[in-house]
């Protein structure tokens, strides 16, 4: 064990280095320069869309559903993935950012969101424009399927690449992980076992994931919004009750983006560097655009149009890190909890707990335990739909039935070792992701500029780079 841990540091330390972070961002500006700013610009076009599109038995552009693809809703497609990208990574995540970055992450945090909105963007229009009908007459569609229709056969093992990592990387980062966290935070906060919070979230998650996309869907436009709104509004309370600080708050996020802070109490200190390297890496953690994870829930939305999904797609990276982590970023700096050396979601627990004693941490332990719950109902469906890419359609009872048993195991053990390998198995997803992204970037360009144009160009139909 100790070999193999030591192997997958080394990997994990390439994968998740500068190069990958500088990647990532790199091919996020390329898209975000290439659309002019388009996902900025178009920002109260994608939220009108998402809410015409919450009506299964209406198009995206509100009119009546008529012959279009796909299975479930636009909103309900955005809901999907938020699910599973609403998680740890906005309670702890944002937490640790500041621990090890100071109060400057918070803005490469937002930097870092704003070209992601770009990245999410391409890979819904992708995901939809390359989609394919499985023998179940289901959508299936995302990174390994845009790479085998898009980019051609001889590209066919890159797809295949993604697809293998993508499974693996499911039963860590997106099950085994998640349940731990919600058993450590209902242990400490209300003394519940490791064992009985793992079989509970076993049935609970089971009988949704068995049910396939459709009743996941169904579960994530419910529960998805109700918790959003609730832990923002908790965090409101906060800061309503903390408004004297708030000022202050924001002059240390956009002070020391670009200035080292000096120790303070337990707060080691941190170099611009360091701002910039942890507001990054827990910006992708929190919001995984570049990943390749989300487009594979946008692949089954009732839509025809790429591009209309692209724009309620990137609503994800805005909801998810503009909105959300900045609250749990205001609720940490206007406490003074943050430098006292906590770090991870109990640090957030305590800011929340400074404002609302007594009920602050049980706010973060409930909340940690939904946001972790609906994480692993989507990965589930994106792990299933690599699995079937590898292994076909008989396979997709296997994977859940597998993925739901591994739920409780994830609940009692020690994850040290299945953190470490889940974290490096996740930027391997990036690499192929971002590589057809680039490639593919021109199909993007062309599909946003006619549609804006007024000449929608139909999955099925040709463009000169498909003929290519």
């Keep these: 064990m100790e070999t193999l841990t030591s192997i997958f540091g080394s990997i994990n330390g390439v994968v998740w280095g500068p190069l990958m972070l500088i990647l990532l961002l790199g091919v996020g500006l390329y898209l975000q320069i290439g659309l002019k700013l388009l996902p900025i610009r178009k920002l109260g076009m994608g939220f009108r869309l998402l809410w015409q599109g919450r009506d299964p038995k209406k198009t995206p552009d509100g009119k009546p559903k008529g012959d279009d693809d796909g299975e479930i809703s636009p909103f309900n497609a955005l809901m999907t993935a938020l699910s599973a990208t609403i998680g740890t990574g906005n309670i702890a995540g944002v937490a640790t950012a500041i621990a090890l970055g100071g109060p400057g992450a918070v803005f490469w945090m937002w930097i870092t969101a704003l070209v992601g909105m770009a990245t999410k963007f391409a890979e819904a229009v992708l995901a939809v424009r390359y989609r394919e009908t499985d023998s179940m007459g289901f959508h299936v569609g995302g990174p390994m399927f845009y790479i085998k229709n898009g980019l051609g056969k001889k590209w066919l093992w890159l797809g295949g690449a993604f697809a293998f990592f993508g499974a693996v990387a499911a039963f860590g980062i997106g099950n085994t992980v998640q349940s731990n966290s919600v058993a450590d935070a209902l242990d400490s906060t209300f003394g519940i076992p490791h064992g009985l919070t793992g079989v509970v979230i076993m049935v609970l998650a089971g009988a949704v994931i068995l049910g396939g996309i459709k009743r996941i869907a169904k579960v994530a436009g419910k529960l998805v919004p109700i918790m959003g709104i609730l832990y923002v509004i908790a965090g409101l309370l906060v800061l309503i009750i903390n408004a004297a600080q708030v000022g202050e708050a924001f002059r240390l996020i956009f002070y020391y983006a670009f200035n080292p802070i000096a120790a303070a109490g337990g707060f080691a200190g941190a170099a611009v560097m360091a701002a910039i390297r942890f ?35 990137m609503l994800g990276t805005f909801i998810d890190t503009i909105v959300i982590c900045t609250i749990t970023a205001l609720v940490i700096l206007t406490s003074t909890v943050w430098v006292e050396g906590e770090a991870g979601a109990s640090l957030t627990a305590l800011s929340f707990d400074a404002a609302l004693p007594g009920f602050g941490n049980q706010i973060v332990s409930v909340a940690l335990a939904v946001f972790a719950f609906t994480t692993i109902l989507g990965w589930s469906f994106y792990g299933e739909k690599c699995f079937q890419f590898l292994f076909g359609t008989r396979s997709i009872m296997l ?26 198995f996740n930027a391997l997803m990036a690499i192929p992701n971002l590589i057809a992204l680039a ?9 946003t500029r006619d549609y804006f144009d007024g000449k929608d160009i139909l999955p099925g139909e040709e463009l000169d780079h498909d003929k290519g």
Excluded: C
Excluded at 307 to 312: E, N, P, T
Excluded at 399 to 424: C, E, Q
């Design 399 to 424: 994977y859940r039935v597998l993925f739901v048993l591994a739920i409780p195991l994830g609940a009692m053990a020690n994850l040290g070792f299945i953190w470490l390998m889940a974290d490096t």
């Design 439 to 447: 490639l593919l970037s021109p199909v993007v360009f062309r599909l």
């Design 279 to 313: 507001g990054v890496a827990r910006g992708i953690f929190s919001n995984e655009a570049g990943l390749g994870s989300a487009p594979i829930a946008h692949a089954a939305a009732r839509t025809k149009n790429p591009v209309r999904q692209g724009l309620i797609a």
